[in-house]
């Protein structure tokens, strides 16, 4: 099964590519589920249909749906929220208030993503593509597994602190709400099975991204942005899209012939900043592209010479080698800044800051007690040495030379 998802800077065109990727891929054969997660669904204004949070049948092949967050959250965090509101409130806070503070930061961004994954693994498809938020949510709600995951945990060992004088006596004693059994399995079920398995599905080998882009300076840099942070939590980058092209007809023209110029320099650039990844030129469309007929001939330009769930390109990922006395650890972060970079470890993670995000890394038991050495940035990869040291403990922090 295929999983693709679809990212840009807002107005870019990701519905529209989203959902011309679906229909092409209906139309050529693939049971195909094309899905909104961003919370201003325009989903179902580009396929000229009305969508629920159920997958309504479009086409022989090609379904769709726009995942209702609220509906997700009562099914997945509907328990362990009415614990933590239940314990909010007895602190004095009032209701709407601990409504709030009783959700995980993305814990609703989380819930679309746990249902995308459900249909992603049911095995009625064989390809989901997913109209993401803008570039910033959407960077947000993919690291959300390993954040959530961390705040879970800590959760858990409140809840199991507390539980532990939490006896039959106790409850009749104390006032405080304690969480019962079920709490304990919700968080269980959330921490243990869930996001394990919706970290595994985002970083498979079946899951890519899309990176959609214009021929705009602000456009480019943040997509270019987008692709150092996406590679630092190793979620794969397989194509950009480049859409809004002037035609080559367009460009004979007087008025467009310089705008034409300018358009094929940042086409260029985008090939150069996003190398290997090949760019998937989109031309500017007469009218909006809409409706079924329309969005598949859209997605036959688009994919002329590619399967659109083919997976277009394959980059290298996280390597663990050795180097002389040492292991080098290289992570590659294409378009990384080097004064932007630090890192460190604790414990048993190498901790990586890319500009304003940071990345935990679970290093192999063996290097759990290892010494953090020195680190080099080269041709957009972050080469990380350790020296084996059993005794060792917490690493410094340090630059990137």
């Known amino acids: 099964m295929r999983l693709v998802l679809y990212t840009g800077k807002g107005g870019v065109g990701k519905t529209t590519t989203a959902a011309a990727t679906a229909a092409c891929a209906a139309a050529r054969g693939r049971r195909t589920l094309v899905a909104s997660a961003d919370a201003a669904h325009s989903l179902g204004d580009v396929l000229e249909r009305r969508l629920g949070s159920e997958p309504t049948a479009l086409a022989p092949g090609l379904d769709a749906l726009e995942v209702d967050a609220r509906v997700e959250m009562a099914r997945h965090w509907g328990r362990i929220r ?21 959700l995980l930061p993305g814990a609703e961004e989380l819930t679309t993503l746990l249902a995308v994954e459900a249909y992603a693994r049911s095995g009625r498809y064989d390809l989901v593509v997913i109209d993401c938020a803008p570039t910033d949510s959407t960077l947000r709600l993919l690291s959300l597994p390993d954040v959530a995951r961390r705040s879970l945990r800590a959760l858990l060992r409140l809840q199991q602190a507390v539980a532990a004088v939490a006896t039959p006596l106790a409850r009749v004693l104390v006032a405080v709400p304690l969480p019962g059994p079920e709490v304990f399995a919700d968080v269980d079920r959330l921490l243990y099975r869930r996001l394990r398995g919706l970290r595994r599905l985002l970083a498979g080998p079946g899951t890519s991204i899309r990176l959609v882009v214009t021929p705009e300076r602000m456009v480019i840099d943040e997509a270019r942005r987008a692709f150092t942070d996406l590679a630092l939590f190793q979620l794969p980058v397989d194509a950009v899209v480049m859409n809004r092209l002037l035609p080559d007809a367009a460009t004979r023209e007087a008025f467009f012939r310089d705008w034409g110029r300018l358009q094929e320099e940042r086409r260029r650039e985008v090939e150069a900043l996003f190398a290997p990844l090949p760019v998937l030129p989109a031309p500017l469309q007469e009218d909006e592209v809409t409706g079924l007929e329309r969005l598949r001939a859209h997605g036959e330009l688009l994919f002329e010479a590619h399967a659109p769930d083919a997976i277009l390109c394959r980059m290298a990922g996280l390597r663990f080698a050795r180097d002389g006395d040492a292991w080098r650890v290289d992570l590659p972060l ?3 800044e080097r004064s932007e970079l630090d890192v460190a470890k604790r414990d048993d993670e190498l901790l990586v800051r890319a500009g304003a995000r940071r990345q935990a890394i679970r290093l192999p038991r063996r290097l759990a007690a290892a010494e953090l050495g020195r680190a080099r940035l080269a041709d957009g990869v972050l080469a990380v040495w350790l020296h084996e040291a059993p005794d060792a403990g917490l690493g410094e922090a340090g630059g990137c030379g």
Do not use: H, K, S, T
């Open 82 to 102: 009415d614990w933590l509101v239940a314990l909010l409130r007895y602190q004095g806070i009032e209701e709407v208030v601990a409504e709030e503070l009783a």
């Open 334 to 336: 294409p378009g990384a």
